[in-house]
């Protein structure tokens, strides 16, 4: 039982670069969550998505696409890097509600380096 | 819509000393309330929960919550840190229907030896 896992670990772009960051979990979880941690802001949600197929808004959702074909991974693209998204980036996920535990268990990370 | 405040981004204590590190709630529904724990270069750990049962909640490592409604606070203690404690902490309140969590902005502990 691997968890939440993230691949890559750590990417350097070049600016108006694009990628997509792999997030998958084998906890047959319904909900699945990124965020972004930037120095003094805490933890930020990007997107989520309350199962397959679904996706909405979360906080900080400019510059990044998100789908979740399969219920258990969850991508996060940058279709043209920006500076501004140099991050270390956390994938989550969650059972439904009603279900508990309420907690979400979190990936190990994505570091990020736009130059 | 729900939000935690943390007082202090830095907290400094000596080993073997208290650790007190402070977060406020604001939540118009009774809250679920969340301590995180992250260690350098890591993923976040949960270190306890409060889901509206026992307003005491114990969690790994020997530390523990405190839920007070009429503070709106759940401060994270533990009574004789650790050198292994070092780490960044974060508060967090559910958002029911869609299990958002919002975060706090985490505070650093730092442990004198």
């Known amino acids: 039982n691997a968890g939440v896992t993230q691949t890559p670990k750590f990417r350097v772009l070049k600016t108006g670069q694009s990628m997509t960051l792999l997030c998958a979990q084998d906890m047959n979880h319904e909900y699945m969550y990124w965020y972004r941690q930037d120095p003094g802001m805490g933890l930020r949600l990007i997107h989520y998505s309350v199962g397959e197929g679904t996706t909405a808004k979360g906080e900080v959702p400019d510059g990044y696409n998100v789908s979740r074909l399969k219920k258990q991974n969850f991508l996060l693209g940058l279709e043209s890097a920006a500076p501004s998204q140099t991050s270390v980036y956390f994938c989550?996920?969650?059972?439904?509600?009603?279900?508990?535990?309420?907690?979400?268990?979190f990936g190990p990370g994505t570091r990020l380096t736009v130059t | 819509a729900q939000s935690v405040t943390q007082l202090g981004s830095h907290v400094s204590v000596s080993e073997g000393a208290l650790v007190l590190l402070r977060c406020n709630y604001s939540?118009?529904?009774?809250?679920?309330l969340f301590w995180y724990v992250q260690y350098p270069n890591q993923g976040l750990q949960l270190l306890l929960k409060y889901t509206s049962a026992a307003t005491l909640v114990k969690g790994i490592n020997g530390f523990e919550a405190e839920f007070k409604k009429s503070e709106t606070s759940f401060h994270l203690t533990k009574p004789s840190a650790h050198m292994s404690d070092a780490a960044e902490y974060f508060c967090a309140v559910l958002n029911f229907g869609n299990e958002k969590l919002t975060f706090g902005t985490g505070t650093r502990l730092t442990i004198i030896p």
């Open positions: 989550a996920s969650t059972p439904s509600p009603g279900q508990g535990p309420y907690e979400q268990y």
């Open positions: 939540s118009s529904v009774p809250p679920y």
